[in-house]
């Protein structure tokens, strides 16, 4: 009985301090994905890094990665993230890559990102011709 009651004042002792990340210290996160005609890019993989100091509270490790696909309406909604420097990179199948730093201190914010189609190809070496 001792140790239970023991147990219980630890718990009610140390449970402020496993409290999840604030919610000042996070932002909500969209990414809109278009051509560069300003049509939307379906099924672009967005990969979005938090570059900023390491987290963790309390023992608890924040995640700072997180990678998925925009919608058909071009876009992708990364859910609460950490405020700081982010990292985004955005790739679709017939488009340049797209990756750029960006600063971020808003609850808020929405990243519109527009691909440029390939550049055309060229080699130092000629082609021999037949």
Do not use: H
């Not at 140790?3 to 409290?19: D, E, S, T, Y």
């Not at 967005?46 to 071009?74: D, H, N, P």
């Not at 859910?79 to 340049?96: C, E, N, R, Y």
């Amino acid at each position: 009985m001792r140790k239970v009651l023991l147990l219980l004042a630890l718990g009610f002792a140390l449970g402020p301090l496993a409290a999840p990340t604030p919610a000042k210290d996070l932002t909500k996160l969209t990414v809109v994905v278009t051509n560069d005609s300003g049509k939307p890019v379906e099924r672009a993989n967005v990969l979005v890094k938090f570059g900023g100091r390491s987290i963790a509270k309390f023992g608890k490790t924040v995640r700072t990665t997180w990678e998925m696909r925009s919608t058909q309406e071009g876009v992708a909604e990364i859910p609460d993230m950490p405020k700081g420097k982010i990292l985004v990179q955005v790739t679709a199948k017939g488009f340049q890559t797209f990756g750029q730093t960006f600063d971020v201190s808003e609850d808020e914010r929405t990243i519109e990102v527009k691909l440029n189609p390939p550049q055309e190809q060229y080699t130092a070496n000629p082609v021999p011709r037949k």
